[in-house]
């Protein structure tokens, strides 16, 4: 017997390598090799999985309760930001590309290495994340009826979500809302259908362009680009008296003409996940909704990608909420929803679903279907070759071309509903050589109101150093000559108005921001003191009033009091593009995309209603000319 002490090292190391291989397959497995076909890649790897393995897959946490610990144990597929949940107040790229990363390792060092999915709401830019651009909301951007305009939003909007590390944006809300006391109004292009396919555009932007005959198919073109979701199907913006997550009650033909419509061209353009609503279609909840979840999205219109709860929106199918968690579980699974948005109670449903399972409540088939989904996304996205964050991107986070681009968007946005008592006696454009102009209202110099609502936090902050912008006022400052003074003042009395001889007034009223039943109004009305500062400014001076709100308003009774009236919605951090327009570098082109209703007991009044009686109707927009013109991109 020669000399044995190298043998139990070389048995150490041997046994060592074994329990390597055990834990992670080879790197010449099958779903490992980007050169393998996408249907192989999700076979092979589907027939390694254990049902843990898959059940994690379908379950998405917030990033609140991800750490990696939880990330190994329960082999957690996605994790997510709800609004305002991020790494830091203020977060830098670098402080979020670690964090993402650092729940990324977590996901790779598990068995089978499958990477995780982090998901955010980039709803009008990264509106989350400190310093990024934020663009105008939705019910700005389909005035501007500019599709190319919407794609490059959502190219730079991509580019801001990749910079912090994150792969997946829960836009574009693809609600066609048809009565504007909905909270949620603001995140509808228009009332109008076919406003809303138009700016499905916004897929192509953030995803990237669809390759020839791949109609249909998730696509995530590489590094910068994201996963999108059009949300919420279907039928959100549709609830009676536009209570949110209420009922939709509407005929076969109302839905698909209405709501159904702009799935089409979502899945056309390869959109990669579906949201469902929290609302119920004639009393049928939503999130339960098998006939069209399966039966027509995945069955129907031949959707590859996955479908995602709404947050706790499993929760929600039963009244109380979670009442009944069993039934929920069955219920949203087996209805075609394959990703659950947890948030929190991970290990709740992780027993449950996995309980249904083993007793054969829930088909394995369903729980196949819903993981194949899921890992084709993750293959497509190029997930698996790239799980990690990139740093070199931080740049692209509010950048001035991204700064720009929402400027010109805010310019388009913008809608003119009265210039002057006649066409011969125009108020706008104003002059930027005065003796002094006064600038009046609460939106004027208040960046937080100017953005509403999913900015930096889920409801909005009424505050000016939420992020970094240019505020209306500021605006005006940096757009008037310099010999004009500037005069500001909140909510200034008819006494200061008229003892101080302005030349004009600029009035910036509007709505404070709000998010989701939050916003549900049954008023509409401005909240004071912008009222009494438009009556107390307008009627003293020569006055231009913009409204800065999430839908239309009461207007009626102010109008006549009012020598012109702009419609700005909700234009984001870059105010400049409002005072571009007000002083004429660029003309009023914006045409409503929303009904301007009189008085709140009209609603809901959509265009093509009979007894069609608006105060402005949709389409309606006064132009001018502007002394510079847009480059066609
Ligand atoms: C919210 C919204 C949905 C959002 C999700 C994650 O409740 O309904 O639009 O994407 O939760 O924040």
Redesign the pocket.
């Known amino acids: 017997m020669g000399n044995l002490s190298f043998v139990l090292p070389a048995l150490g190391f041997l046994l060592l390598c074994c329990a390597v291989s055990a834990k992670q397959p080879s790197t010449n497995v099958k779903y490992k090799d980007p050169k393998q076909p996408l249907r192989t890649r999700v076979k092979d790897l589907m027939s390694r999985m254990t049902l843990e393995e898959k059940i994690g897959q379908m379950v998405q946490i917030d990033l609140s309760v991800a750490k990696p610990e939880v990330m190994t144990k329960y082999l957690i597929g996605s994790v997510?930001s709800?609004?305002g949940s991020v790494p830091a107040q203020k977060a830098s790229p670098e402080t979020w590309v670690n964090a993402v990363n650092d729940i990324q390792k977590a996901a790779l060092s598990t068995r089978l290495g499958i990477p995780m999915i982090y998901g955010i709401?980039a709803v009008h830019g990264h509106n989350n994340v400190y310093n990024a651009t934020i663009f105008p909301h939705n019910v700005g951007l389909g005035v501007t009826r500019d599709p190319k305009l919407v794609r490059r939003i959502g190219e730079a909007t991509a580019l801001e979500v990749r910079a912090t590390g994150i792969q997946y944006a829960?836009a574009p809300c693809i609600a066609v809302c048809r009565d504007p006391r909905w909270g949620r109004c603001y995140e509808s292009y228009s009332e109008d259908h076919r406003i809303v396919q138009q700016m499905t555009e916004i897929i192509t932007g953030l995803q990237g362009d669809l390759p020839a005959k791949q109609k249909g198919i998730p696509f995530v073109d590489g590094k910068r680009k994201v996963a999108a979701c059009a949300?919420?199907f279907v039928g959100d913006g549709g609830t009676v008296r536009g209570i949110n997550e209420n009922n939709t009650v509407i005929d076969k033909k109302g839905l698909f003409n209405i709501h159904m419509a702009a799935y089409h061209d979502a899945v056309d353009k390869g959109v990669a996940t579906v949201?469902i609503s929290?609302s119920s279609l004639n009393g049928v909840k939503m999130h339960a909704n098998k006939k069209l979840v399966t039966g027509f999205l995945k069955n129907k219109l031949k959707f590859k990608g996955f479908v995602i709860s709404?947050?706790q929106g499993i929760d929600k199918i039963t009244y109380p909420p979670h009442s009944n968690y069993s039934y929920s579980v069955f219920a949203s699974v087996t209805a075609g929803i394959d990703m659950i948005?947890v948030p929190y109670n991970y290990t709740e449903f992780i027993d449950e679903i996995t309980s249904q399972v083993k007793r054969k409540i829930i088909p394995m088939r369903r729980i196949n279907d819903a993981v194949e989904r899921i890992l084709r996304v993750k293959f497509t996205m190029g997930l698996f070759e790239h799980p990690m964050g990139d740093h070199s991107l931080a740049n692209h986070l509010g950048s001035k071309e991204h700064r720009e681009l929402a400027r010109e968007a805010v310019r388009k946005s913008l809608v003119l509903l009265k210039n002057g008592e006649n066409a011969d006696s125009p108020i706008l454009p104003l002059p930027k050589k005065a003796k002094k102009l006064l600038v009046a209202g609460t939106h004027a110099d208040n960046l937080g109101n100017q953005c509403g609502g999913w900015t930096i936090t889920w409801q909005g902050l009424n505050t000016t150093d939420l992020t970094i912008g240019t505020t209306i006022l500021t605006a005006v400052k940096n757009t008037v000559d310099p010999t004009t003074q500037v005069v500001h003042i909140e909510n200034p009395d008819r006494e200061f108005v008229e003892s101080n001889g302005f030349d004009y007034a600029i009035v910036v009223v509007g709505e404070p921001p709000y998010a989701?039943g939050n916003g549900d109004s049954t008023n509409l009305t401005i909240p004071e003191p912008g009222p009494s500062t438009i009556t107390n400014v307008c009627g003293s001076v020569k006055c231009v009033v913009v409204i800065v709100s999430g839908r239309p308003v009461i207007t009626q009774p102010y109008i006549s009091g009012i020598d012109a009236l702009v419609a700005a919605w909700l234009p984001g951090t870059e105010g400049q593009g409002v005072a571009d327009v007000l002083f004429g570098d660029y003309g009023f082109t914006g045409k409503l995309a929303r009904t301007w209703f009189k008085t709140v007991d009209q609603l809901p009044m959509n265009f093509g209603d009979p007894n069609y009686d608006p105060l402005f109707p949709f389409g309606f927009g006064l132009t001018t000319e502007g002394k510079r013109q847009y480059m066609s991109k």
């Open positions: 997510l709800g609004g709401d829960f949300k919420h949201m929290y709404d947050w948005m989701e």
